[in-house]
């Protein structure tokens, strides 16, 4: 970390408990502008929670955001998209009973200049990304219900893209795709990191994202077991972070680092 | 441009190997499901008619089955609204009860010690005032339930107890009649009705409203370049709500008024009583003109307006409503309030038409109000619903009460069938949407 710029997002010392269980406990990760973090960590190890702190969904009990240096007020979505942060959610968050566009505009719905829904607007903008994203896509009259698993993928990510975002979360983005769409989706990923946005990859398959990602940072038991460069450790070493808790040489340990003494 | 020419190829290909109904209903857009319920109610139309030896399909009838519906209309379009984002309201009757007492005591014993008897401006003030009053009670409900998280059916089924009770407490149980002579017209009858004239150029201008719609939203998909219907769809659509619309003109411009109103009339204005009688048309009925405004604004609200897509995005999944920074507890509170005022225009409908407000009014108007709602294909699992279905759904469960009183089957009957009707008619469309996936 001999990076001298300032972070697009630091987290800092970041604490939510639900009904006394700490689901994240004192955890600080950062991204800086055109990088790839993969937050990884077990099932309920709390990657998850500890994004939608910063995407608005949950409120924090402890801690600081910092948006390129300056502490943000991130209370709710709303507040998030306001500092460029959008999200593409596991269960990927779609209302499955309208189509792509209104799914793609939800709650950013462009109007007529006599504030009515300028739904042919939003369709052409709709069918402009989708094709970049997804060129086979042609049914954008149907309720996102009538799609595949890819499909609604796409529409999640194209929702995420279609506003200049300059942070984004991809909470398993992968995860209901197939080979060729993994793909596609890594293809995408690079493409938005030479544009300058960071990007934050969370995800429980290591596998999934070591290639993407420039830097690790591990989660277990909702404490961050420690940072790495992809390039200093092996998938082996970041499975025993993992799993064990275990910190490499070449990593930064965390609060959540195994104690060895 | 090797990918479009492709694309359109196969759906060239795609619309050949289907059979000429299905490339019809492709070309239209006509929404099946909504022709199915036309073809449904038109069968019951027939069939009462058949058995009640042709009294059913009258100008006379259905005027009269026309104004009979207006008000269960009203409420269901906000009806839909609440269900489509998974909540119910089972207080709607009660509202109308209470909103309609209030403005009976408020026309026919506050306003005139004021103002005086028949004051030109009672109606208007009393119309608004019971407006404003729904909309604070539906606006309660509404805060109820999203901000203190309790389940809309306990809310309002605390709110139909309550309403209900507050009717009888206003005036101690206390019939209220009559009712200002202005306002009694949003009742109907030979005077709240707007006569053939005005009903023609009503007539007209909806055909123009028809057209101009048609055209604006062929321009519109011009405008990025998008597959259009084909000519031959536009003339025909255009030509069949022309048609519809001229159609019922003409039914309710050729129910004349009773002799003895006519008679009447005719002493009063100095006309010479002619041979065969006085033929005075009625033309639409008040009550019907405001229930076909509000379907035409509230369909405007859930298709047209922010407000609108909201409410379907939460009924399809709340929680992405929520994550896409969606105010989901206000857009709650806004559709109990909206709800609250459609009671109030039903109320106001209601009491008019019975010319008193009495402390039973609306009651079980809940019950039908949802069941046209269902019936006119919103689904209580939330996310769809459409304005008119509601209103069709109206009119469908009023032409079964309707023609079984014009046939003579016993109230006990009457309600067994609509309630057969009512699970009939849900489970037939669960059947066509399983189809239909």
Redesign the interface.
């Known amino acids: 970390m001999t990076d001298t710029r300032t972070p697009l997002v630091e987290l800092k010392n970041i604490s939510i408990s639900f009904g006394g269980i700490h689901a994240v406990d004192n955890a600080s990760v950062d991204l800086y502008p055109g990088e790839v973090v993969a937050l990884l960590g077990h099932n309920g190890a709390g990657k998850s929670t500890l994004i939608k702190i910063l ?1 608005g ?1 949950y409120k924090r009990d402890g801690g600081e955001i910092l948006i390129n240096g300056e502490p943000a007020d991130i209370n ?3 507040d998030a ?1 306001k500092y460029g942060i959008e ?1 593409i ?1 596991q ?8 189509d792509a566009a ?1 799914n793609l505009y ?4 462009l ?1 007529t200049p006599w ?3 300028d739904d ?2 939003m ?2 903008k709709t069918r402009e990304v989708m094709g970049r994203l997804n ?1 086979n896509f ?1 049914r954008f009259k149907e309720p996102v219900k009538a799609l595949s698993g890819g499909q609604r993928q796409s529409v999640a990510i194209a929702r995420a893209i279609l506003f200049n975002a300059r942070i984004l979360i991809m909470d398993e983005p992968t995860a209901a795709l197939g080979p060729q769409e993994t793909a596609q989706v890594g293809e995408l990923i690079k493409q938005l990191k030479k544009e300058g946005i960071g990007i934050f990859l969370i995800s429980h398959d290591i596998h999934d994202v070591f290639d993407l990602a420039d830097r690790v940072s591990v989660m277990k038991n909702g404490q961050v077991v420690g940072h790495a460069r992809t390039e200093d450790v092996t998938k082996d070493e970041v499975l025993g972070m993992i799993i064990l808790g275990k910190v490499p040489e070449k990593a930064i340990p965390g609060p959540g680092a195994m104690q060895t003494a | 441009m090797a ?1 479009i020419t492709t ?1 359109a190829h196969a759906n060239r290909a795609r619309s050949a190997g289907e059979n000429p109904v299905k490339r019809f209903f492709r070309a239209t857009e006509i929404d099946t499901r909504l022709l199915g319920m036309i073809g449904a109610m038109l069968i019951i139309w027939i069939g009462f008619n058949i058995l009640s030896g042709g009294l059913f399909l009258t100008p006379r009838n259905l005027w009269n089955l026309s104004v009979q519906t207006a008000s269960v209309a009203v409420m269901a379009t906000g009806m839909v609204l609440v269900i489509v984002t998974r909540n119910i309201d089972l207080s709607v009757g009660s509202i109308l009860g209470f909103v309609g007492m209030s403005m009976g005591v408020l026309q026919a014993e506050l306003l005139p010690q004021l103002l005086g008897f028949n004051h030109p401006a009672i109606w208007v003030i009393t119309l608004i005032a019971g407006i404003t009053l729904g909309a604070a009670i539906g606006a309660l409900h509404g805060s109820i339930i999203a901000f203190l998280n309790v389940p809309s059916f306990i809310v309002t089924l605390g709110g139909l107890l309550i309403w209900r009770g507050a009717t009888w407490f206003v005036t101690s149980g206390r019939t209220v009649a009559p009712m200002d002579s202005t306002f009694r017209l949003m009742g109907g009858g030979t005077e709240g009705s707007i006569g053939a004239t005005a009903s023609w150029i009503v007539g007209a201008l909806a055909c123009i409203a028809i057209v101009a719609t048609i055209i604006n939203a062929r321009k ?2 011009q ?2 370049g ?1 597959p259009q219907r084909p000519m031959w769809a536009e003339y025909f659509l255009t030509a069949v709500g022309c048609a519809l619309v001229l159609g019922a003109i003409a039914v309710v411009n050729s129910y004349p008024w009773p002799v003895a109103i006519a008679r009447k009339y005719a002493d009063a204005n100095g006309i010479a009583w002619p041979e065969g009688g006085l033929f005075i048309p009625h033309g639409i009925a008040i009550p019907v003109l405001i229930a076909i405004v509000v379907g035409i604004v509230m369909t ?1 609200i859930s ?4 407000f609108g ?1 909201y409410v ?6 709340r ?8 105010k989901t507890r206000w857009v709650t509170v806004k559709i109990f309030a909206l709800m609250g005022i459609l009671c109030a225009i039903a109320a106001a409908i209601s009491t008019a038409r019975l010319n008193a407000a009495t402390n039973a009014q609306g009651e079980l108007d809940e019950l039908y109000t949802i069941a046209a709602a269902v019936i006119g294909g919103t689904s209580l699992a939330g ?2 619903g459409t304005i008119a279905g509601a209103m069709l759904g109206a009119l469908v469960m009023q032409s079964l009460q309707s023609g079984m009183v014009l046939v003579g089957i016993d109230t006990p009957f009457q309600r067994i069938v609509v309630g057969m009707v009512l699970v009939v008619a849900v489970w037939l469309d669960t059947v066509y949407r399983a189809r239909a996936k």
């Open positions: 995407s969904a709710n979505p709303r998209k999200t959610y269960t990927l968050a779609v209302a499955d009973n309208v209104a939800l709650g950013r719905e109007r504030g009515t829904l042919v607007a369709e052409a060129p042609q | 990918d694309t519109q998909r405008r990025f998008f405007f298709t047209r307006l922010r897509r379907f995005a939460i009924g399809g999944n929680e992405a409503a929520e994550l896409a920074g969606i996310g769809m």
